[in-house]
């Protein structure tokens, strides 16, 4: 119930509602935050997208509903992808433990399936035709947007889309019929 009333405040914009949201979640939210990009990123990234996301919450308050979700679900779930698009849109590149992380989680059980299946995700990179290896290279490791990948190859965006689409339906498949599961 007490929620609801935090989800009703925030709607009315009362600062002191979200200054309640910051001090109850920004632990869970930095959690969150830290778990996806402190690998490749410095504490001030981590505080950045932190920052991000409760502006994000201000911005988007209106939209809240207390009976499809809690605000921590919601926080989390923002955590995840404001993160997400930081390392993607960074300029340097991002490897390909980091881009599986993106996929997964950081759970010990995905830490040893990643370094399991790492050396069979590689080898099936390798195996892809040429254009699609090197999209699914520069979009997915590189973190390059399907338009730069379009300029760059000369290529239609949605003849881009439609290469990734078809390498990553490649790559999953071969490495569901060895077992593994990757959503990449």
Not at 33 to 60: C, H, N, P, Y
Not at 114 to 131: Q, R
Not at 137 to 165: C, D, M
């Amino acid at each position: 119930m007490q929620e609801d009333l935090l989800v009703k405040r925030l709607k009315r914009r009362d600062m002191n509602a979200f200054e309640e949201a910051i001090r109850t979640y920004k632990n869970y939210v930095g959690a969150v935050v830290k778990s996806r990009i402190s690998v490749s990123m410095g504490s001030e990234d981590v505080e950045e997208v932190v920052a991000d996301v409760f502006f994000t919450l201000w911005k988007q308050c209106d939209k809240l509903d207390a009976r499809k979700g809690s605000i921590k679900n919601y926080l989390g779930v923002l955590a995840r992808n404001i993160s997400i698009n930081k390392l993607r849109n960074r300029k340097d590149t991002i490897t390909l433990e980091e881009d599986m992380a993106l996929q997964g989680g950081t759970s010990p059980e995905y830490e040893f399936l990643s370094k399991e299946t790492m050396s069979d995700l590689t080898a099936e990179i390798a195996l892809l035709k040429t254009p699609d290896r090197e999209i699914f290279i520069k979009y997915h490791i590189n973190g390059e947007s399907i338009n730069e990948i379009a300029v760059e190859l000369q290529l239609n965006p949605n003849t881009v889309k439609a290469k990734l689409a078809r390498a990553r339906k490649k790559i999953k498949k071969q490495l569901s019929e060895r077992g593994y599961c990757y959503e990449g």
